[in-house]
Nanobody, 124 residues
Framework: QVQLVESGGGLVQAGGSLRLSCAASGRTFSGYTIAWFRQAPGKERDVVGIIAWSGVYTYYADSVKGRFTISRDSAKNTVWLQMNSLSPEDTAVYYC?????????????????WGQGTQVTVSS
């Protein structure tokens, strides 16, 4: 069993930056694919970015490409989402998710483990 805990959310002005963390406990992240999703009020939970545990492969949604970066530290069992040039459209609850399946999986149904979410609010 994997437990995921996100942190780092908060209120930021447009143009600012935040760094979200996703820490795993219960077992190592080793071999797991990790994704960040977000859900705005009244909208679906959509993928933001994905990183294979090897770190070699990453995926970003078009809406965040060039602004967001996913990274991981296997020794710390932690994955980060660096978010730059934030806009009000990025306001959402951000979730990290994990699956032992390999490959870049963009559908939320592929992920067995989820964190509780962290709120990101970008003011204009």
């Amino acid at each position: 069993q994997v437990q995921l805990v996100e942190s780092g959310g908060g209120l930021v002005q447009a143009g600012g930056s935040l760094r979200l963390s996703c820490a795993a406990s219960g077992r190592t992240f080793s071999g797991y694919t990790i994704a960040w999703f977000r859900q705005a009020p009244g909208k679906e939970r959509d993928v933001v970015g994905i990183i294979a545990w090897s770190g070699v492969y990453t995926y970003y949604a078009d809406s965040v490409k060039g602004r967001f970066t996913i990274s991981r530290d296997s020794a710390k069992n932690t994955v980060w989402l660096q978010m730059n040039s934030l806009s009000p459209e990025d306001t959402a609850v951000y979730y990290c998710a994990a699956t032992p399946r390999t490959g870049i999986r963009r559908d939320k149904a592929s992920y067995e483990y989820w964190g509780q979410g962290t709120q990101v609010t970008v003011s204009s």
